[in-house]
């Protein structure tokens, strides 16, 4: 029989697999995003920039219109502190949260602080932006791609339900964890958009193909000219891939 974790990987619908990043630094523009948007998306990010212009609140708004949350906060911190901390951010009603996956102490204290709600707890790999060189300035010879898949490892081990990853690692993260964990990806971006400040991209279709759960994309839809299209866009090619 399939777990939770693993039915969700396969029961998900395309469009619901698609995160939309609300990376403003003002609550009104990322309310007048969501109201663009409408019933196209049902889950959105919340990262630290909206978080200090009041999103937690706005995490709680969201959770009342049906929508999903993925908070992603990126807590590091000493275990008291993450556990409280994580405690506090399952009260907002969000689905998803993102804690640094360096050592096995944060998570823990992460996956014990959510116990008793519904949020899951995912942990940050290598983040996109980084490349080996980046890894190198801080004392780390591994390369991304190993360092992620020993992070994941970790992870899931500790008790974690899934990791943040870029599309480029997804299938070596599946391998290394089988199908009862979450993967979820930013940096992704279509064929001939720009890569951004990201370092490690991917497309959608590629993602899902090697594994990927959810799909995090911000300004590619938040900056289009018609963020509504955009997201038609990138739905359609998840669901060539799903």
């Known amino acids: 029989m399939q777990s939770s974790r693993a039915l969700e990987r396969t029961n998900v619908l395309p469009r ?10 003002k609550l009104d523009d990322a ?7 409408g019933d ?19 995490v709680r708004e969201l959770s009342r219109q049906n929508k999903r949350v993925f908070l992603d906060m990126k807590v590091l911190d000493i275990g008291h502190t993450v556990e409280r901390a994580v405690a506090s951010a399952a009260e907002t009603g969000a689905t998803f949260l993102t804690v640094h996956g360096i050592d096995t102490k944060t998570i823990k204290a992460a996956v014990a602080g959510r116990e008793g709600s519904n949020l899951k707890v995912l942990a940050v ?11 190198a300035e801080q004392g780390i010879l591994k390369s991304p ?5 020993h992070r994941a490892r970790i992870a899931m081990e500790a008790g974690c339900d899934g990791v943040i990853a870029s599309g480029q690692e997804a299938s070596m993260v599946r391998r290394a964890t089988g199908d009862d964990f979450l993967i979820v990806t930013p940096g992704i971006r279509m064929p001939d958009d720009d890569a951004g400040d990201q370092s490690r991209v991917t497309t959608p279709a590629t993602a899902i193909i090697d594994g990927a759960n ?10 289009a000219d018609d963020p509504a299209a955009a997201v038609q866009a ?3 090619a998840i669901a060539s891939a799903a």
């Open 125 to 135: 790999t290598v983040l996109t932006n980084l490349n080996a060189a980046d890894l």
């Open 145 to 149: 791609s190993d360092m992620v898949v």
């Open 234 to 236: 990138f739905a359609a």
């Open 16 to 25: 619901d697999r698609l995160i939309v990043a609300l990376d403003f630094p």
């Open 40 to 58: 196209s998306v049902s889950f959105y990010k919340i990262g630290l920039e909206l978080v200090m212009q009041g999103g937690l609140s706005y």
């Open 214 to 223: 959810y799909l995090v994309v911000g300004r590619p839809i938040t900056q």
């Open 31 to 37: 309310r007048r995003m969501v109201d663009q948007l």
